[in-house]
């Protein structure tokens, strides 16, 4: 669709601009067929048509935009034999957690998203203006560790996001 609005539009800047080849073109074309063709018996079936496959893709677009960002189950290798399903949200919330039961974090929220190139535990955490966030390292790093644990072999990234609160 998107080519077809090139060709088009690209077609009518070389008319205004007065592009000879194009111009040629257009003028071997049978100008009475576009009166004559909304008046054919194939004419409302191919808007007809027309109407359902744009319908379609809009369906399509907006299914794929409710959910963006969702990302589901993760299965691990259990310590025993079999394999263990995580819920990811859980283990960003227990990382937002952790992180809420310093006292040096006002609150923290955690969430699991994919933001089209990869997969993302999102850590949002607000402190206070006086904390710098040079001083919350070594607590980041405790979560980071144990939070690396509960994913395993996975590539997901973990991203901390401070909100500095005046």
């Not at 589901?72 to 992180?99: H, M, Y």
């Not at 644990?149 to 901390?160: F, S």
Request: proline residues 4%.
């Amino acid at each position: 669709m998107a080519l077809a609005l090139l060709v088009v539009g690209g077609g009518t800047l070389c008319w205004h601009w007065h592009v000879a080849w194009v111009r040629d073109r257009i003028d071997h074309v049978d100008q009475a067929w576009f009166t004559r063709a909304p008046q054919a018996s194939w004419w409302t079936w191919s808007l007809a048509g027309l109407a359902v496959v744009a319908a379609a893709a809009g369906i399509a677009a907006l299914v794929a935009l409710l959910r963006p960002n969702r990302i589901g189950d993760l299965t691990v290798p259990s310590t025993g034999s079999g394999r263990i399903t995580l819920n990811i949200n859980k283990i960003a919330q227990a990382a937002a957690s952790e992180l809420a039961a310093d006292r040096r974090v006002r609150q923290a929220t955690g969430r699991a998203l994919n933001d089209g190139r990869r997969e993302v535990l999102r850590i949002t955490a607000s402190i206070d203006a006086l904390i710098a966030p040079s001083d919350l390292d070594e607590l980041l790093r405790g979560v980071t560790a144990r939070t690396r644990t509960a994913l395993g072999p996975h590539p997901i990234h973990l991203e901390y996001l401070l909100h500095v609160d005046r």
